[in-house]
T-cell receptor
Framework: DAGVIQSPRHEVTEMGQEVTLRCKPI?????LFWYRQTMMRGLELLIY????????DSGMPEDRFSAKMPNASFSTLKIQPSEPRDSAVYFC????????????FGQGTRLTVV | DQQVKQNSPSLSVQEGRISILNCDYT??????FLWYKKYPAEGPTFLIS?????DKNEDGRFTVFLNKSAKHLSLHIVPSQPGDSAVYFC????????????FGQGTRLTINP
């Protein structure tokens, strides 16, 4: 298996623009997580899905952030409009099932908003 | 609110000595704990875990200790090797509709030759 695949690896955008980050989880995994890595908070949980259904989005910092999982093999995290303080590395991770806790991470998307 | 805390942003250890990384948590409902290792420009990778019903789990050079009464866990690496230099994240899990995995801020470990 190719593992969790995120795209793009790097994104540079201007303030106010819409940004969409993409994630393909490992086939057969039921849960998907979006994290943001910052110096202050480490790996901050933004939202997670189980069987394509959002379970908890309390970590999404503002209404400018939204996430979808239209099917078991694809998820997006959208920021609209983007701001410089959104600059961070965003990670997607997937977990096989409810009884498992080992999450497999993608390589991340480094977002820079200028 | 930071439910999982790693209070040491960095740690420097001599090669061959023991590295001890610490982690505290606040939610007593957490039932599974994990350590992840992260190299630059890569995603975190799973290292070792422990269930809340145990107080120790060992895997080669890596041992995780859990003290539930103190809500504290630690990762011991012995002997430390230069390849262990990385950022280490502590994580805790609780079932809330799915296994919710919460991470700490990370500790940057540097192993000096």
């Amino acid at each position: 298996d190719a593992g969790v695949i995120q795209s793009p690896r790097h994104e540079v955008t201007e303030m106010g623009q819409e940004v969409t980050l993409r994630c393909k989880p490992i086939s057969g995994h039921n849960s998907l997580f979006w994290y943001r890595q910052t110096m202050m908070r480490g790996l901050e949980l933004l939202i997670y899905f189980n069987n394509n259904v959002p379970i908890d989005d309390s970590g999404m910092p503002e209404d400018r952030f939204s996430a979808k999982m239209p099917n078991a093999s694809f998820s997006t995290l959208k920021i609209q409009p983007s701001e410089p303080r959104d600059s961070a590395v965003y990670f997607c991770a997937s977990v096989r099932g409810v009884e498992y806790t080992e999450a497999f991470f993608g390589q991340g998307t480094r977002l820079t908003v200028v | 609110d930071q439910q999982v805390k790693q209070n040491s942003p960095s740690l420097s250890v001599q090669e061959g000595r023991i590295s001890i990384l610490n982690c505290d948590y606040t939610n007593s409902m957490f039932d599974y704990f994990l350590w992840y290792k992260k190299y630059p420009a890569e995603g975190p990778t799973f290292l070792i875990s422990i269930s809340s019903i145990k107080d120790k789990n060992e895997d080669g050079r890596f041992t995780v200790f859990l003290n539930k009464s103190a809500k504290h866990l630690s990762l011991h690496i012995v002997p430390s090797q230069p390849g262990d230099s990385a950022v280490y994240f502590c994580a805790a899990s609780v079932y809330q509709g799915a296994q919710k995995l919460v991470f700490g801020q990370g500790t940057r470990l540097t192993i000096n030759p």
